[in-house]
């Protein structure tokens, strides 16, 4: 799923900040080498980037960072991800 079809009834951003989301989202599912739009995780994702931007993030690799860190990557292990807490960001 595109974070474009999630943003696309949220009013909450302009334009610009939409190309900066969108941006972030690629990155982020580069970083976790996520491929597959339907994945789960991918959507997990996209709801993520909103939440932090609704926070007024608006940086794509502090974006990318923060989501990042609420997943625990770990390249080493297998799938990448280690942990799922909504509450680690901080």
Do not use: N
């Amino acid at each position: 799923m595109p974070i474009r079809l999630l943003l696309e009834h949220d009013h909450a951003f302009t334009p610009e900040h939409v190309k900066i989301l969108v941006a972030a989202f690629e990155d982020t599912l580069h970083a976790l080498e996520l491929a597959d739009r339907e994945d789960q995780l991918t959507i997990t994702v996209a709801k993520l980037i909103i939440q932090f931007a609704k926070e007024d993030e608006r940086d794509p690799r502090r974006l990318r960072d923060l989501v990042l860190k609420i997943l625990r990557v770990c390249p080493k292990t297998s799938g990448g991800i280690t942990k799922f807490s909504e509450h680690e960001a901080d």
